[in-house]
């Protein structure tokens, strides 16, 4: 990326840009809350709803409920979506989740392994490989900053317990950093943007969510993902009584989300700007190249298998090691194998 100085943009603008980050994650789906219930249909019988934040104007949801095929897809197993809330970080959804108000939410295992350290009513049924260029640590583009090990002495955003801490601890870590020379500021991804435009971090530890805004608005990664060895896979997590409850809904969306999710790494362009290639909800020029680009190199969700579980493991072993969590957390224990659902179907 340039390492031109590029002009401060005003928190309006940035939020404008930030429409960007939204399209990179709902090209794999989306978190957030709501409320349920089960409507009788026009038969008279009862149809299952499962609550799912609305995808805005980007991803393979977005397609879905613009065409309908989604809830084409879960009509054959009785089921369709509500619709509701807006998709944004995964620890809100997860206590969403706990408090019974939304049955699926998208994360990464860094902040699954962070919310299981509590008390979780969610039950993770599928994953994506980590994502290679799509996260890491953020810079502006005039800063002086160059490597790893300029970062000591800094102050980095990150979010507690999450993916911002797990990356830069994970980048500390690789270049042989010391740990406490480098301040970590906890803040939301929201409050985030805005201190780091303002230059109130030095950097900032961040995903795909907000890394395409950024890198659009001029700012550069100082590492990415790869760079630093890290395995953030993505998850999936539903509510585990609905899982319980309604298993064969459970691996329709599966199903679903795995082909639609191939079709759009195969193909991102017809998952951006959905309904909309106008006002703030739309992404275009440099914004809209790197979330095309970022989606290409995206992975299709998987059943969480052996492999995938000790990668998991690990990743819980590097929190409680870091004293991110108090213990470790038995990952393993809130998996389900969605391979091995009823699949249900007319």
């Not at 590492?223 to 896979?233: K, L, M, W």
Request: glycine share 10%; hydrophobic share 45%.
């Amino acid at each position: 990326m340039s390492t031109a100085p590029t002009p401060r943009r005003t928190r309006r603008q940035f939020l404008t840009v930030a429409t960007a980050a939204s399209m990179v994650a709902a090209l794999v789906g989306v978190a957030g809350c709501g409320t349920s219930g089960e409507p009788a249909d026009a038969a008279g019988g009862r149809t299952i709803e499962i609550r799912i934040p609305d995808p805005g104007n980007a991803g393979v949801l977005a397609l879905g409920k613009r065409d309908g095929s989604l809830d084409a897809a879960l009509s054959t197993v009785g089921a369709r979506v509500a619709w509701t809330g807006s998709s944004g970080p995964f620890a809100p959804a997860a206590q969403a989740i706990n408090a019974g108000q939304l049955d699926v939410a998208l994360g990464s295992i860094t902040s699954a392994v962070g919310a299981l350290a509590g008390s979780p009513g969610f039950t993770l049924f599928a994953a994506a490989q980590p994502d290679p260029v799509g996260e890491g640590i953020l810079v502006r583009g005039d800063s002086p900053i160059r490597s790893v090990a300029d970062l000591a002495g800094r102050k980095v955003a990150v979010n507690k317990g999450g993916t911002g801490e797990y990356l830069l601890l994970r980048a500390l870590v690789t270049a042989n950093v010391p740990v406490d020379r480098v301040e970590r500021v906890y803040l939301r991804p929201d409050q985030s943007a805005p201190a780091f435009e303002s230059g109130q971090v030095d950097a900032w530890a961040s995903w795909s969510t907000y890394v395409v805004s950024a890198l659009a608005g001029g700012a550069r990664l100082l590492v990415d993902g790869r760079t630093i060895g890290s395995d953030n896979a993505t998850v999936w997590a539903v509510r585990s009584a609905f899982a319980t409850e309604h298993p064969e809904v459970v691996r329709a969306l599966y199903a679903y989300l795995r082909d639609k999710g191939a079709a759009s790494q195969a193909d991102p362009a017809p998952f951006v700007n959905v309904f909309t290639d106008a006002g703030p909800q739309s992404v275009s020029g440099r914004a809209r190249e790197i979330t095309i680009d970022f989606a290409r190199q995206s992975s299709p969700v998987e059943p969480i298998g052996a492999d995938l579980l000790a990668r998991f493991d690990t990743v819980a072993r590097f929190f409680v090691d870091a004293g991110v969590t108090p213990k470790k957390v038995d990952v393993a224990a809130h998996v389900l194998d969605v391979a091995k659902l009823p699949a249900g179907g007319a």
